[in-house]
């Protein structure tokens, strides 16, 4: 009984923070797709996938051309 009370005396504190730190505002912003919103530009976003490796030199190429219009 006694540690049953010690665990529960730790997540308390835990979920009084939580709840704050929400309540403040401090999570992440979501946009509706719900993928968290970056400030980058889209060609920046392409240039770092290429960077990753995520992409082909083709694929980084056409993508580019599409963004350009």
């Known amino acids: ?25 401090w999570r992440p912003q979501v946009n509706q797709t719900g993928q968290a919103q970056s400030n980058q530009t889209p060609a920046e976003i392409l240039k770092a ?3 990753r490796g995520e992409i082909s030199r083709e694929e ?7 963004l350009e219009g």
């Open 60 to 66: 980084y190429n056409q993508m580019h051309r599409d």
């Open 1 to 25: 009984m006694m540690m049953g009370m010690m665990g529960l005396g730790l997540i308390v504190p835990l979920l009084l923070i939580g709840v704050v730190a929400y309540a403040l505002g």
């Open 49 to 51: 996938r290429y960077a």
